[in-house]
């Protein structure tokens, strides 16, 4: 089936390490996203990208870092740097062929700072 | 920059009665889209209808419409017939177009309980 899948759905992170949250698709998009989700908080953009090896800065970049090297795949990592991790992540994605075309959703991954 | 505002934190509706909910943007493009985004407790995100700003006739998809007062910025969501299964967290969007502002801005939602 098509769609996009994020991995892990729960992760648990000791306070100084890195983590990476994955995220592939294959839906053959070219844009891809990384949201930040806190309670009482709509959505908030981290990076996003539209083409291979080139990405952009969202709202709350500082503590993020990403890559794309290939197009179903953006994985997100959280480093040591993000002072307040816990949160719900979430992945997303669209095709750039037609404007103001839909952005599909991956189902999230908890982290949790222990 | 655009902003995204949802000034009902939540709202409540009977079964089978209809209930609106608010969304004003901010934003001084002409060529824009609008989002209706519905979060169940699942927390997938699932599209419940979108808007595009050149058009005036507003969007229907089965029991839910919207407003569209391109002018007065205010794009807000009407579910008729409201179901137990309508009971979600609900986010209004804007969405950019163009390179590399090709990004969605969610408002703060509001939260629709759905009583029998």
């Known amino acids: 089936d098509g769609g996009i899948t994020q991995s892990p759905k729960y992760l648990f992170r000791k306070e100084g390490q890195n983590v990476t949250l994955s995220c592939e698709q294959n839906?053959?998009?070219?844009?891809m996203y990384w949201y930040r989700q806190d309670p009482g908080q709509g959505l908030r953009l981290i990076y996003y990208s539209q083409i291979v090896n080139d990405f952009q800065k969202g709202d709350i970049a500082e503590g993020y870092s990403v890559s794309r090297e290939k197009k179903e795949s953006f994985p997100l990592t959280v480093t040591s740097a993000q002072k307040n991790p816990t949160a719900f992540y979430l992945c997303?994605?669209?095709?750039?062929?037609?404007?103001?075309?839909?952005?599909?959703f991956g189902e999230g991954s908890w982290l949790t700072v222990v | 920059a655009q902003t995204v505002t949802q000034s009902q934190p939540e709202m409540s509706v009977q079964e089978a009665e209809t209930v609106t909910l608010s969304c004003t943007y901010d934003t001084s493009e002409s060529d824009y889209y609008l989002f209706w985004y519905k979060q169940p407790p699942s927390r997938q995100m699932i599209l419940v209808i979108r808007?595009?700003?050149?058009?005036?006739q507003n969007a229907t998809e089965n029991r839910f419409s919207v407003n569209f007062q391109k002018a007065a910025k205010s794009f807000s969501l009407k579910i008729s017939d409201s179901q137990l299964g309508d009971a979600a967290m609900y986010f209004c969007?804007?969405?950019?177009?163009?390179?590399?502002?090709?990004?969605?801005?969610f408002g703060t939602g509001t939260r629709l309980q759905v009583f029998p």
């Open positions: 839906l053959n998009h070219d844009a």
């Open positions: 969007a804007y969405k950019e177009v163009g390179y590399n502002t090709d990004k969605l801005i």
């Open positions: 808007q595009e700003a050149y058009k005036q």
């Open positions: 997303a994605s669209t095709s750039l062929d037609l404007a103001g075309n839909t952005i599909y």
